[in-house]
Every structure is written in C-alpha cells, then in structure tokens.
C-alpha cells in the first residue's frame, strides 16, 4: 500500500506541472491516456493461448477466431478513444460547505459530437466513488463528486481523473483534469450550543419600548418574511393595513453581539464551533446580530447576505 501511495503521490505530481489548472478544459489527444484493464489483460493471455493452439494444431479456424477477438479488441480501443476525444468539461463554482460534512463538485460535460458518448465516470484521483454518465450527441451531462476537504478554510479542489471502458471494458482510457477553483469549508457547528449571550446596550435605552417623540408606534419596523407572528403589530395592522413588526433591538436599546472572548470554551476551534452555531441560530430566530472576531468587527444586521459574511469570516479566521 505504502508503494502504492508513492507511485500515486509520483504521477499526480507530474500530472500537475504538465497540466496547468483550469475550471474548463477539453481532453486532446495529448491528455488522453490509455491501459488495457484486467479483462483485457486476460483476454490478451487467452489470444495468446489460441494463436499458439493453432499454430501447433494448425486449425483455420482457430487463426480466424484469434484475428477477429484481436481486431475487436483493438477496434473497442479506437472508440474508447473517441469517447473521450473532444470532450469538453467545465466545473460549476462550488457552494460553501461546513467541515466534516462531504463538499459536492458538480461538473458539465458537453458533447460537440453527433453521436452519444457512453460509459463515462468521474472521481477524485485516487478514489473510487465514480459518477458515471452518458453524454447525448450535442449535448450536456451533469454528474456531482463528493469529497472530504477536512479542516474549515480555504481549500484547493482535489485532481479529477475522466475515465471509460467503453464499450468492452478490455481497456481503460482515461485523462486527468485539476480544477483552479477553491472550496470554502466553514466550521462545524457546535451540536448542543447553550443559549444566545445576553444583548449589550447600544445606546440611551427607551423608556416603555418607545422613542422619546413618544409616538404609538415607535420602535418598529416593516416585516421581513420569517418574523415571529408575536412579534407583529396587530394593532396597527388593524388601523393602518400596513404590517409592521416590533424591532426588539430598539425598543430594548441592545444589541446583540457574537463574541469570540464570551463563548466560554477554550481553543480556537471549539470556539469558532460555537459562534457558528450561535450564527445559525440567530438566523432561525430571525435576530439581528454582529460578530467580533479579534480585529474583525461584522456589524449587526440579518439576512442570508450577513449569514454568509459572518460564515466567511469564521471560517478564514
């Protein structure tokens, strides 16, 4: 196993300076490689046992069905070739995802030929979970490739390996592809998070829940889809037709802030774990929140936008 790994270890790193990194790309003759499979090193033997069978036995018949296996061997190898030839490939940009749950690349296949490409798998080198598609005649195939990015950050996309044995399986053509993209990873939420910290004061609190012009209905806001129904003011929605919701942050006059020096855990890691779940959580019970994270400082707001910066941040911290 371990010389396994090495010679691997050996041919991505060669494959990589010979292949620059690209999200696009379509498979030439010089990027098409080609082995015979283990059926076709078995059938191999067995033409070979033929041949000499005939010769000693001198049997007609034995010499026809050894041409005629060896040129569908050798014809089945021009297909798979074409399979492959021309194929174009492009990645789709890949979705964020949180650590410890399995990132999905999904890729385009495209097909300028007027005939179906058959038999055609995709997978991270050195895997063996394939995707497997046929790709129509002028047309377009999906497939999606799961891998494990380990730890949260930024990470470069694993090398891809394109293969058929299409159509007798005797060999195996195939063609290697490193996509330039990257995959953010962010942290694993924290399981079993405790409760939200309490909200720090953001400014001169109001009395009774209302601003100082002392109107009704101060201290509210329009409604966002997702708020609490008993955060909405029936009262005025009543009065007026307009649905509005209670802003708590500013009839209370807090703020609610993430900090990373109050979650309570020691360690980077377990840290970032807990003010991702905190995040999350915040989200669901549609609060306004900001995030602190040493010298970053996120503001509060709300929303998938804010969601996805405080994410980012966690992550790259």
Not at 213 to 233: H, I, L, N
Request: glycine share 10%.
């Amino acid at each position: 196993m371990n010389a396994t790994a090495a010679w691997r270890q050996r041919w991505q790193g060669w494959a990589q300076r010979r292949l620059p990194p690209a999200d696009a790309v379509t498979l030439t003759q010089r990027t098409i490689y080609v082995l015979p499979s283990r059926p076709g090193l078995t059938l191999a033997a067995t033409l070979l046992v033929l041949l000499a069978t005939s010769i000693n036995y001198e049997l007609n018949l034995g010499y026809l069905l050894t041409f005629l296996l060896t040129g569908s061997g050798l014809v089945s190898l021009l297909i798979g070739h074409r399979t492959l030839r021309a194929l174009a490939l492009s990645l789709i940009s890949p979705e964020p995802q949180f650590a410890g749950s399995p990132a999905r690349l999904r890729v385009r296949l495209h097909n300028t030929l007027p005939q179906t490409r058959h038999g055609i798998g995709l997978a991270v080198w050195g895997s063996r979970n394939w995707a497997w598609t046929d790709v129509p005649a002028q047309g377009d195939a999906q497939v999606q490739i799961g891998f494990d990015p380990g730890r949260r950050g930024l990470h470069a996309l694993p090398m891809l390996t394109v293969e058929t044995r299409f159509p007798l399986g005797t060999f195996r053509v195939w063609a290697l592809w490193q996509p330039a993209a990257r995959v953010l990873i962010y942290p694993a939420p924290e399981a079993h998070p405790p409760a939200l910290p309490q909200g720090e004061p953001s400014g001169p609190e109001r009395e009774g829940g209302q601003r100082a012009s002392g109107s009704e209905f101060d201290g509210v806001r329009a409604y966002r889809r997702g708020d609490p129904m008993k955060q909405v003011v029936w009262k005025k929605a009543a009065s007026t037709g307009e649905l509005v919701s209670r802003d708590l942050a500013q009839t209370q006059g807090m703020a609610l802030w993430l900090d990373i020096r109050h979650t309570g855990v020691h360690g980077t890691e377990p840290q970032l774990s807990r003010l991702c779940a905190w995040v999350l959580q915040a989200e669901l019970g549609a609060l306004e929140y900001g995030l602190r994270l040493g010298s970053t400082v996120l503001p509060p707001g709300r929303g998938d936008a804010h969601k996805r910066r405080c994410l980012e941040a966690l992550a790259r911290y």
